[in-house]
């Protein structure tokens, strides 16, 4: 199998220029996704003077079944960061790059990618930093559950132990080698049956505890804990050892969200639903099962102007993104590795993507939608000419482009330096007492105290699902009472939350394709 890097420098760099060395892990829920996707072009961010990887890397069940029976062990799309960060090393350096000063930024499934590999011991010798945008601080799926689901996806795309042993009974093979069958069997499928086979899978539908409520758009942006899917990392006690939240990431990381990121997600939920709010919040709360009655009581639906977008935005936004966030920050500083916050809460002025022709978001709709999940990517990549990325008609503010410069700046100072911090913008380091960190709304970028408060209680409904437990702050550790707010009755919820209303439909990850052709499926 071949791995395939794109690497962009700047026009005059050398093999002694000693740049920062910038590496970019995309997002696609770990399902879908692509490095020649206009929005991560890397022309921009390498004239500031930075070498740019990008790398693709397997998803879905190609990057993830987990299958001992055929020979394969799982994580293949680990496996793929890894190949990348180790080449990465050991030759950038050809390309201008200085191998010491390598940063791996990853968004959305790409940050919780990064955040697997920042939290294993290797990962000191491949990257000074790691950057986390709007994914990270999830619980990986343990190996016996990511087993137990390979086996079901076996089945249901043609290839079990005993359809494999039926078939080897015939041809009086001996059973010994039945793993290479298996794995032949599973390579003989096209991607189109490798994929449909992954809804038809047994372990997947039963374990969700949002069955048959998808279509309501409730779960879209959430990882739950001990969950039985084909997407996400596992922790495999060979390359994954450890529960990444259990000892944090063991080189300096920026962890940040945005303040909408569920609106992308969310934007359609109970569209279709001739329900009234009331009952449609009904139904979101049934969907969560024993912790839904919890939910309800601290979220009420009036407090959301009887909004159903407003508060499943709100609740998935943190659930899913905001809150992993925190619990990343918290494992990593009380490890005694330098954590650093941001929250983007800027809505752009501008669409940002293409989606089969159109814009996204709609001009009209960009306030709707919010500082919603990749908006943050055009000013990290300095790409706000020609909106959206590409041959689109919208140009950003001045007052944009000196956002971007500001994430730029900082992105290379933390490949410089394992710090954030820039002479026009100091950083503060995170600290669970006094949680700080860089505030990027109303056109400016400052440090200020970052609101977590929310997010004990969210931590308490991870553990009750199953998930990693973090202990709640203390007044003894703290020397003052950490602020937990008990009820929402009256949260603070932005212009943007309130106004959500039914949008035109969009493919959720974002992602137009991805194109396969590899010699091996699995490896």
């Known amino acids: ?150 086996k079901s996806y076996a089945f249901a795309v043609g290839c079990a132990d005993h ?94 969200s945005n303040g909408q990121d569920a609106s992308l997600f969310t934007h359609k939920a109970y569209k279709a639903d001739n329900s009234s709010a009331e009952e449609a919040y009904a139904k979101f709360l049934n969907a969560w099962g024993p912790v839904g009655p919890a939910i309800g009581k601290r979220y009420r639906l009036s407090a959301f102007n009887n909004s159903i977008n407003a508060i499943v935005t709100h609740i998935n936004t943190l659930a899913g993104f905001k809150c992993p966030a925190y619990k990343t920050l918290r494992a990593t500083s009380a490890a005694g590795v330098p954590a650093f916050a941001y929250q983007f809460n800027h809505v752009p002025s501008c669409p940002w993507v293409w989606i089969r022709g159109k814009q996204f978001p709609p001009r009209r709709l960009v306030d709707e939608f919010g500082a919603t ?17 590409g041959n689109g008609s919208c140009t950003s503010t001045a007052t944009e482009r000196a956002l971007s410069r500001g994430l730029v700046d900082a992105w290379t100072a933390m490949a410089m330096n394992s710090d954030p911090s820039t002479d026009e913008r100091p950083w503060p380091r995170f600290d669970e007492c006094d949680p700080r960190g860089m505030l990027i709304q109303n056109q400016s970028m400052a440090a200020a105290p970052l609101d977590y408060h929310e997010c004990n209680f969210w931590g308490e409904v991870w553990a009750e699902l199953g998930g990693f437990r973090i202990s709640v702050p203390t007044t003894n550790k703290c020397g003052s009472p950490f602020r937990e707010a008990h009820s929402i009755d009256n949260p603070s919820v932005s212009k943007t939350a309130l106004a959500m209303r039914s949008v035109p439909d969009v493919h959720p990850w974002l992602a137009l394709g991805i194109g396969l052709s590899m010699s091996s499926w699995f490896m």
């Open 373 to 389: 999940h990749t908006a943050e990517l055009p000013f990290v990549f300095g790409n706000l000419d020609h909106m959206p990325v």
């Open 163 to 256: 359809d494999v042993c039926h078939r080897l009974e015939e041809s009086t093979t001996p059973h010994d080698v039945a793993d290479k069958f298996q794995l032949d069997c599973l390579q003989s499928k096209s991607v189109r049956q490798l994929r449909a086979a992954y809804q038809k899978t047994a372990a997947i539908q039963e374990k969700d505890i949002f069955k048959g409520h998808r279509s309501l758009g409730g779960t879209f942006g959430l990882n739950f804990p001990n969950k039985t899917n084909l997407n996400a990392p596992v922790r495999d006690g060979i390359i994954i050892k450890d529960e990444p939240l259990a000892v944090g990431s063991r080189v300096p990381v920026i962890v940040g």
């Open 1 to 150: 199998m071949t791995l395939y890097l794109n690497v962009v420098a700047p026009p005059d760099a050398t093999a002694q220029s000693g740049l920062p060395v910038k590496i970019f892990a995309y997002g696609g829920g770990n399902h879908a996704g692509a490095v020649n996707y206009p929005l991560f072009d890397s022309c921009n961010l390498a004239a500031e003077g930075a070498i740019v990887v990008a790398f693709n890397y397997r998803v879905g069940m190609l990057g993830f079944l987990t299958l001992p029976s055929a020979g394969i062990r799982g994580n293949m799309a680990i496996q793929d960061y890894l190949a990348a960060l180790r080449w990465t090393r050991d030759n950038i350096a050809a390309f201008g790059g200085d191998p010491k000063k390598a940063l791996l930024f990853g968004q959305s499934a790409g940050g919780v990618d990064s955040f697997a590999l920042a939290s294993i011991p290797e990962v000191k010798t491949l990257v000074a930093a790691v950057v986390l945008q709007s994914g990270s601080g999830i619980d990986l799926t343990p190996n016996e559950t990511a087993q137990y689901t390979g």
